[in-house]
């Protein structure tokens, strides 16, 4: 049954929002941020001893920014509302006033039980119900990052209390270094999750054997490699892609020597596999790419999953579309 859902942004209002410094000495100051993904620095334009710069923004959407006063990257001093940017450092934020969180990650009355695998010199954290025989395994590349700041065993739990999606463990695979493991070295890193850790998750918790009850997940070159990975192996990775973000731009630059959104590449995934794409309309290249492997899958005819939201490349904005991914992926509608 043929079935593509796409959740697309709701109806929204642009204004001006006026972002400031206030500063007698400084010479130059800049504004960088989601608006353009990260990719340049805006003048700001001095006023007194104020300086101002006007953006265009929906009234739904949530940026991330910081001043760049001098050649020196700080928050805003004037903004109280800033957080980590996953990166060592902080970024300050801006939310319109329809701006909505659509993630349940309070605590669970029952939490995963944690435990930790040493696999081929790496730590794998596992979270698995008391229960966990004949369960799917759900892997994710950055496996640090999804558990914290990601909190996706929280949210993966109250989503089973709730009865939207059936139970699973979760495998958590930190990267060494993942441009080359994501990118050049993927084959390397798909023997590795594949042939390594799987068997010793399923060795630990009793979980499926069967490839259509594997799942892989990831944001940005995580999201890339997971569809890689099903694309390539499809024989072992047969249940479904959490593709969040995918840095699909990337393969086009021939940084990876071959694209995994051309159709020869998408119609290796088995019919098994459950595809759930999100991006955000802030992350310039990448939004351009997700918007054309969507279309390409539907020219397939292929289901898929696709939720996009007014957000940049950050934490939040995954966290914030999670949920829906793992209810197309794990729930049991189709």
Not at 11 to 34: I, N
């Amino acid at each position: 049954m043929l079935l593509t859902i796409l959740f697309l942004a709701v109806s929204q209002h642009v204004s001006q929002v006026e972002f400031a410094y206030q500063s007698a000495t400084a010479k130059k100051v800049q504004l960088a941020g989601d608006f353009d993904a990260w990719s340049s620095t805006m003048d700001m334009t001095r006023v007194g001893d104020k300086w101002v710069k006007s953006v265009d923004l929906p009234d739904n959407c949530r940026i991330e920014y910081k001043l760049v006063v001098d050649g020196n990257w700080i928050t805003d001093p004037n903004n109280p509302r800033h957080m980590s940017n996953g990166l060592g450092g902080e970024n300050s934020i801006w939310q319109g006033p329809r701006y909505k969180i659509s993630c349940h990650d309070q605590p669970p009355k029952t939490p995963l039980i944690r435990t930790e695998l040493r696999v081929g010199g790496r730590t794998i954290v596992v979270f698995a119900p008391s229960k966990s025989d004949g369960l799917p395994v759900l892997m994710y590349g950055d496996g640090p990052t999804y558990e914290n700041p990601g909190k996706i065993q929280v949210i993966v739990e109250n989503l089973v209390e709730a009865r939207k999606i059936r139970p699973v463990v979760l495998a958590l695979i930190p990267p060494i270094d993942r441009m080359k493991e994501y990118g050049p070295e993927w084959k390397a890193y798909g023997t590795y999750a594949l042939d390594e850790v799987l068997p010793e998750v399923r060795k630990a918790t009793g979980a499926s054997t069967k490839p259509e009850d594997v799942f892989m997940g990831g944001s940005s070159m995580g999201g890339l490699i997971s569809l890689r990975l099903a694309e390539e192996y499809p024989d072992k990775l047969a249940g479904g892609i959490h593709s969040q973000s995918a840095a699909i731009q990337w393969t086009s630059l021939n940084l990876h020597n071959e694209d995994v959104s051309t159709v020869s590449k998408l119609n290796r995934i088995a019919p098994t596999t459950r595809i759930s794409l999100d991006w955000g309309t802030f992350e310039s290249s990448l939004t351009d790419a997700n918007v054309q492997l969507a279309k390409t899958l539907t020219t397939l005819k292929r289901p898929f999953s696709s939720k996009v939201t007014p957000e940049g490349h950050n934490w939040t904005a995954w966290r914030n579309r999670m949920e829906a991914g793992l209810i197309y992926l794990l729930g049991t509608a189709r």
